[in-house]
């Protein structure tokens, strides 16, 4: 994608996002990190290529955010544990 694009959480079922550089930070409710390689993120869980310790499958209401490593700014989502509150624009957007 070559512009930014918005979009209303309520109106999103499904979302597919194949990136062309897949490196991503994942943040833990239990404040542990990771970094590495996004395999997968289904509506149950994702998947990551860890940097330091392989692959590993976390469940996505064990996530509080996932930010993208090449991009400086807001989280690219938060919210994991409740629908309601998820976050999916960037932090200037409004709505």
């Known amino acids: 994608?070559?512009?930014?694009?918005?979009?209303?959480?309520?109106t999103?079922?499904?979302l597919?996002?194949?990136?062309?550089?897949t490196e991503c930070e994942i943040h833990l409710v239990s404040a542990d990190q990771f970094?590495?390689?996004l395999i997968s993120l289904g509506a149950k869980s994702l998947t990551l290529d860890a940097t330091?310790?392989?692959r590993l499958v976390?469940?996505?209401?064990?996530?509080?955010?996932?930010?993208?490593r090449f991009a400086e700014g807001d989280v690219?989502?938060?919210?994991?544990?409740?629908?309601?509150?998820?976050?999916?624009?960037?932090?200037?957007?409004?709505?």
Do not use: D, Y
């Open 52 to 54: 330091h310790c392989g």
């Open 35 to 37: 970094t590495g390689k």
């Open 76 to 95: 690219l989502i938060q919210g994991f544990q409740n629908p309601a509150e998820r976050v999916f624009t960037h932090g200037e957007a409004e709505g």
């Open 16 to 21: 597919q996002l194949t990136p062309a550089a």
């Open 1 to 10: 994608m070559a512009e930014p694009f918005h979009l209303k959480p309520g």
């Open 58 to 68: 976390i469940p996505r209401q064990h996530i509080s955010a996932l930010l993208p």
């Open 12 to 14: 999103v079922g499904f």
